[in-house]
């Protein structure tokens, strides 16, 4: 599952040198990871709402190259990189125009079952690691 969103950098986004701080990032990466399920017919608030399923972050993880700037346009290129037992793996590239790598984000989600008393970390259905690898159901 790849998924491409762009945006462009708002000022309140940034620090009195008008760059993107730091902290934003790890907010552009979650707001990327939704894109991408909502994309793909797998809407977390659906999967919530319907199934009882949640993805909590479980780890993130940005290195930076160079810096966003208020009105850079930003794509985020973000893609499931594996599925395994109860987590799975994204990774997202930061590219400004001219294809630029601004940064390089990993979160670590795991798929977690809200159906009981307790949160429970459940295996991810096969159904749903052949759509996160891009294979239709």
């Known amino acids: 599952m790849e998924c491409k969103s762009q945006?462009?950098?708002p000022?309140?986004?940034t620090d009195a040198?008008?760059?993107?701080y730091y902290p934003n990032y790890y907010r552009y990466m979650d707001q990327a990871t939704h894109d991408m399920f909502k994309k793909s017919g797998l809407s977390l608030k659906a999967l919530q709402n319907e199934r009882q399923i949640i993805v909590p972050l479980v780890e993130a993880t940005c290195k930076f190259k160079t810096s966003l700037q208020h009105e850079?346009?930003?794509t985020i290129h973000s893609t499931i990189e594996?599925?395994?037992?109860?987590?799975?793996h994204i990774r997202h590239e930061f590219k400004k125009e001219g294809d630029v790598l601004v940064a390089i984000g990993q979160?670590?989600?795991a798929w977690v079952s809200i159906?009981?008393?307790?949160?429970?970390?459940?295996?991810?259905p096969e159904t749903i690691k052949r759509?996160?690898?891009?294979m239709d159901e």
């Open 7 to 9: 945006m462009v950098v």
């Open 11 to 13: 000022f309140g986004d």
């Open 17 to 20: 040198a008008q760059i993107v």
């Open 72 to 74: 850079d346009i930003v």
């Open 82 to 88: 594996r599925a395994e037992g109860k987590v799975f």
């Open 107 to 109: 979160e670590v989600r």
């Open 115 to 124: 159906a009981q008393e307790s949160p429970k970390a459940i295996e991810i």
């Open 131 to 134: 759509k996160m690898k891009g």
